[in-house]
């Protein structure tokens, strides 16, 4: 079966979404910018939300792509900061 045969009822997992702990029906899945979506009925309407904010995340391979807060992000963040931000001399570490 592909990714769209998802079926029946799917659970908001987001910890700060206001759906949280409901379940919805699911209507479809697709992919916006490399990011799995679900579009789950919610009353009369419809809502489209990340696939990783449901009970449903994992269910498909990584995208391949980078994490934003991944260490190498990070540190080239750093190195970033290093060449924008002043030396203070008198700080100690």
């Known amino acids: 079966p592909g990714p769209n045969s998802l079926?029946?009822?799917?659970?908001?997992?987001?910890?700060?979404?206001?759906?949280?702990?409901?379940?919805?029906?699911?209507l479809k899945r697709r992919?916006?910018?490399?990011?799995?979506?679900?579009?789950l009925q919610v009353g009369q309407d419809s809502v489209c939300l990340?696939?990783?904010?449901?009970?449903?995340?994992?269910?498909?391979?990584?995208?391949?792509?980078?994490?934003i807060l991944s260490p190498e992000a990070l540190r080239e963040l750093v190195d970033l900061m290093a060449t924008l931000l002043p030396v203070d001399e008198g700080r100690t570490k």
Do not use: C, K, N, Y
Request: proline content about 15%; overall charge negative; glycine content about 10%.
């Open 31 to 39: 992919v916006l910018d490399g990011t799995p979506m679900l579009q």
């Open 7 to 26: 079926s029946g009822l799917v659970t908001i997992t987001h910890p700060f979404h206001p759906l949280t702990g409901q379940r919805l029906a699911f």
């Open 50 to 67: 990340p696939e990783s904010w449901t009970d449903r995340a994992g269910t498909e391979p990584p995208t391949g792509r980078v994490p």
